[in-house]
């Protein structure tokens, strides 16, 4: 039990590592970032239904049973997050001005999953969105290695565009890059208090942990369906659109076959 939670600690400061990495880099060289981020997002895409559907709900029934409160969660999961989002845009007072600048760092390539005018509201919502992504991967951990890896890989590949948005969007709203930078990577670090929380449930048993598989199914099918592939239907250039299915078929073949390697 040791080691899972070692992996799983190594996993989720991984993925917040390159993230952060992700976000010094386009200090740097944000033009070929820029033209990378849509297929990074399809492939994230790809990965996130993928994990969802075929190893965190699988999981969660194997645990749980096949069961109706299972697939409520995964429901519930699903309108909470849509809840939160329509609240938190409506509560930081988002109207159609800010709407258009956020749509004009999109049209830069950024992803912008927040779409606030405020940088204290941006910054809640990634905070709590790292908080989590750190409970999914812990939680994955708990129930199978193979699983942690695979909902770690998941995480990772929507987190790096996700921290980008949110440094590009830090930027357009006037703060200075390296101060955007800092809070950027800053906010993903709740996602190690996410991994607290799950260790320490965790060791009252393993039962109650495994309620945040089918949580985190709903997450990432959320994440996947509602946040990101809008995202890639805004693309109108032939071969571009082409690329990202290619990207996205990518993806979930990734996810699939990573539990097929040895000793995952």
């Known amino acids: 039990m040791q080691s899972r939670v070692l992996e799983s600690l190594i996993a989720v400061i991984g993925v917040q590592a390159l993230a952060a990495i992700a976000v010094l880099s386009l200090r740097r060289s944000d033009a070929w970032l820029r033209r990378a981020l ?9 990965v996130l239904l993928a994990t969802g559907a075929a190893h965190l709900l699988p999981e969660a ?22 809840s939160f989002e329509r609240v938190f845009h409506v509560v930081s007072g988002v109207s159609a001005e800010p709407a258009t600048d956020a749509e004009e ?15 204290a509201t941006l910054l809640l919502g990634a905070v709590t ?9 812990a939680a ?21 565009p996700h921290r980008l948005g949110d440094f590009a969007l830090l930027v357009h709203m006037g703060l200075a890059r390296g101060r955007a930078a800092l809070l950027a990577i800053g906010a993903g670090l709740s996602s190690v208090l996410g991994w607290a929380i799950v260790v320490a449930v965790g060791e009252q048993g393993s039962h109650q942990v495994a309620w945040l598989l089918p949580v985190s199914a709903g997450s990432f099918l959320y994440i996947s369906l509602v946040d990101l592939m809008p995202e890639l239907q805004t693309e109108r250039r032939p071969w571009a659109v082409f690329w990202q299915i290619v990207c996205l078929a990518s993806g979930i073949a990734l996810a699939l076959s990573l539990t097929h390697l040895p000793g995952v």
Request: net charge negative.
């Open 61 to 82: 029934v194997g645990v749980l049973g096949n069961r109706s409160a299972v697939w409520i969660t995964v429901v519930l999961t699903m309108l909470a997050l849509y």
């Open 38 to 46: 849509p297929y990074v997002i399809s492939i994230a895409v790809g």
């Open 140 to 160: 994955a951990f708990a129930i199978d290695p193979r699983v942690g890896w695979v909902t770690a890989l998941a995480v990772g590949l929507h987190e790096i």
């Open 129 to 137: 969105h790292s908080l989590v992504d750190g409970t999914s991967v």
């Open 105 to 119: 760092a999109h049209d830069q390539g950024h992803h912008d999953h927040h779409h606030s005018s405020k940088p």
